[in-house]
């Protein structure tokens, strides 16, 4: 038998609790799908979305980084979709659309304007948005995280203790 602390339950609670309404599985699914798909991209495609991408970047070591990055996507584009620790999952993608506007379309912003970064970096955005968006309110009623935190049931008369 597993006891749970108040402790713990408040935790559970801030990272899974959520009032959110049913209609936040539509972001929930299209902002996952979009990072999973991506992410297997980086795979798929290494010359363009993987590591000769990364290589055009500043950042050392741009295989490790891409394969890297391509894994958080997967994982963590996965556990969006299912609802699952999504406030957790929702931060390292904040951290990738923030890198992916900073080492791969400031330049563009720099040497073509603002409307061709606009157009460039609309994916991003959504994306960022869409993540922060989740980290906010949570997964929302159809989801794991909810399952996870809904009251239980016990029967009548029952004490919880075996």
């Known amino acids: 038998m597993t006891s749970t602390t108040p402790a713990t339950a408040t935790l559970r ?3 899974l609790g959520t009032t959110a309404p049913k209609a936040v599985v539509l972001i929930r699914f299209v902002v996952g799908w979009i990072f999973l798909t991506e992410g297997v991209q980086k795979f798929l495609f290494p010359g363009e979305l993987g590591p000769g991408r ?11 980084f891409a394969y890297l990055d391509g894994v958080f996507e997967i994982v963590c584009g996965a556990l969006l979709i299912v609802g699952l620790l999504t406030r957790l999952a929702a931060i390292p993608m904040i951290v990738d659309m923030l890198g992916a506007q900073i080492l791969t379309k400031a330049t563009i912003l720099t040497h073509q304007g603002f ?3 606009m157009h460039e970096s609309r994916v991003e955005w959504a994306q960022l948005f869409g993540s922060v968006f989740l980290l906010i309110v949570g997964a929302g009623a159809f989801s794991l995280d909810a399952v996870l935190t809904a009251p239980r049931r016990t029967s009548p008369g029952d004490t919880g203790t075996p």
């Open 54 to 64: 990364f290589a055009k970047t500043p950042l050392p070591a741009p295989e490790f």
């Open 115 to 117: 409307w061709s970064y």
């Open 13 to 15: 609670m801030r990272l």
